[in-house]
């Protein structure tokens, strides 16, 4: 028995209006059947039954407001038994009569009664979420798990989240296989805990204990296997092409670190000849040769390859859609010689790793940025959906484009105007780790105010970057290039230049406000010694 949960049924809806139940106390309803009509305040929205059960309770009258994240409904799930189910049933002079085998039986079944099981409930893994991927399970059933430790990784549209344990037990049993989709409220796995398992193994010990000394049999030691002695690693994005094509993981040479299976090492593997057994090769060779003229047909050529988007790329798609379709870019390029930056960064490098940060330029970029913000707010705001109103955001909390095993994630660094350059430097490597390996929290990702894109770390110069919503301006960091510049004196010197390309909102950001913008920006970045007379 659980309650279902009204979901987020569309951006900024909290509560909406109760139209009509289509279902009633008591009556029995299927996966994805109509349950009730609600109206928000943009459209007439159709609630569908998250799986097949019994209503039980219905928690709002029509004509009620119900609210985003509350109970709607209560549902029994299909051959779930109800508390009254559950009551014992009085003893009657037959039970009395029953013979010593069947007594033991009743006994050892009301043992298995007592169900010290519990479901671990999904929880809210993040704002609107309502479903996600089951990517890899850690453990299987009857596994001893620890307290806090990994159970499950699933994956949501915002990022990869690791889901532990609620306490030490044993798993009992994982209600859904990998890449099944798995919804917030319902149960994830079962597992009994600690403390009540061990009077319950006792108890079973003490029963079966009378039976073993009747009936002594010689026992054969097995050897314990654990399921993580043979595990080949791979990302779950390389899992699903080897279930798609049938294959064996185990058999797939890996050529990564540890011997990771790469998605190359999976085609690699597709494109080799099929091994045959010798009875099939003498058969060939007994076969007189085909004519040259016939050609052969690879037996792979008609395939299409199909792959659903989720999790971070379908966000991804819907945020890049939305932007692009909602927001006019106005385009704005820049070069930069950061020739006495890398100098000044070379200096602080040592100083830098004795105290165990890795000093980059992208703190260097942050720090220059934030202190520009404080002179042209509006690179710094946001629009409300009205396009009436702008909201200049308190901090500067500039996000970081990553290209994740998850997909594109952009945390963001949280008050970089009151951070150290160590601070910033920390905090670019802790988001980018986490980022790469798909475990960014909810919390790094909200709250962005702007955006830096680093293409230049592959090798582009240019590009159109697209603004990330709902921020008003981003930009992307070109390589640095070694080329010749006339210095004042008129003679030709070796610099180190880098080309910026901006992208601003231009319902609000003009041409000359951006480019004031970002030569204010360059000032600080060409001439890093003059920061510290801005710096609080």
Not at 46 to 59: Q, S
Not at 359 to 371: E, G, H, Q, S
Request: aromatic share 4%.
């Amino acid at each position: 028995m659980s309650d279902f949960i009204l979901p987020d049924i569309g951006e900024g809806i909290v509560e909406c209006e109760l139209v009509k139940w289509l279902v009633s106390e008591g009556d029995i309803i299927e996966e994805d059947q109509p349950v009730a009509e609600v109206m928000t305040d943009k459209a007439l929205v159709e609630i569908p039954a998250p799986y097949k059960g019994k209503v039980t309770r219905l928690y709002h009258k029509e004509g009620d407001i119900a609210k985003v994240h509350a109970p709607l409904f209560e549902l029994v799930e299909e051959g779930g038994d109800s508390q009254e189910d559950s009551t014992p049933e009085p003893k009657t002079p037959e039970t009395a009569n029953e013979t010593p085998a069947t007594q033991a039986q009743a006994s050892s079944s009301e043992a298995d009664g007592d169900d010290p099981t519990e479901d671990f409930i999904l929880p809210d893994i993040g704002e609107g979420i309502v479903e996600c991927e089951v990517v890899e399970w850690r453990v299987a059933e009857g596994d001893e798990i620890e307290e806090d430790q990994p159970v499950v990784d699933v994956m949501t549209d915002k990022a990869m989240v690791e889901i532990t344990a609620p306490e030490a037990g044993r798993v009992t049993k994982l209600y859904h296989k990998q890449q099944e989709m798995a919804r917030v409220h319902s149960p994830l796995f079962a597992f009994v805990p600690r403390e009540r398992d061990e009077p319950a193994q006792a108890r079973k010990t003490s029963q079966t204990a009378p039976e073993a000394e009747s009936k002594p049999t010689p026992t054969t030691a097995q050897p314990v296997v654990s399921r993580n002695q043979s595990r080949t690693p791979a990302s779950p994005a390389v899992r699903r092409i080897v279930r798609e094509h049938d294959l064996d993981l185990a058999d797939i040479t890996g050529s990564g670190k540890d011997g990771r299976v790469l998605k190359a090492d999976v085609l690699a593997h597709l494109d080799e000849p099929a091994t045959t057994s010798p009875a099939q090769q003498n058969a060939g060779e007994s076969q007189p040769a085909s004519s040259g003229g016939e050609r052969r047909r690879p037996s792979r050529e008609q395939e299409v390859r199909v792959e659903p988007i989720r999790g971070m790329k379908a966000a991804m798609a819907r945020s890049m859609v939305t932007s692009a379709t909602t927001i006019p870019h106005f385009i704005y390029s820049e070069d930069i010689d950061v020739t006495d930056l890398l100098r000044l960064r070379e200096q602080l490098k040592p100083e830098a790793e004795a105290s165990g940060s890795r000093l980059t330029l992208m703190p260097f970029f942050m720090k220059a940025m934030a202190l520009a913000v404080q002179e042209y707010p509006v690179l710094n705001s946001r629009l409300n959906d009205d396009v009436t109103e702008i909201h200049y955001q308190p901090q500067c909390n500039i996000g970081m484009a990553v290209d994740g095993k998850a997909g594109l994630m952009v945390p963001n660094i949280k008050g970089v105007e009151d951070l150290t350059l160590l601070g910033i430097a920390d905090e670019v490597a802790r988001l980018t780790e986490a980022a790469r390996s798909g475990r960014v929290s909810q919390e790094d990702l909200k709250g962005g105010t702007i955006t830096i894109s680093n293409i230049g770390a592959l090798g582009g110069t240019y590009a159109a970057p697209i603004i990330n919503p709902p921020e008003v301006a981003i930009v992307a960091l070109g390589r640095t290039q070694k080329l010749p510049r006339f210095d004042s004196n008129g003679q030709v010197v070796e610099r180190a230049i880098m080309t910026v390309s901006w992208a601003g909102d231009h319902r609000i950001i003009d041409g000359g406000t951006i480019a004031r913008f970002c030569n204010r920006w360059k000032g600080y970045l060409e001439s890093p010694q003059s920061m510290l007379l801005h710096l609080g």
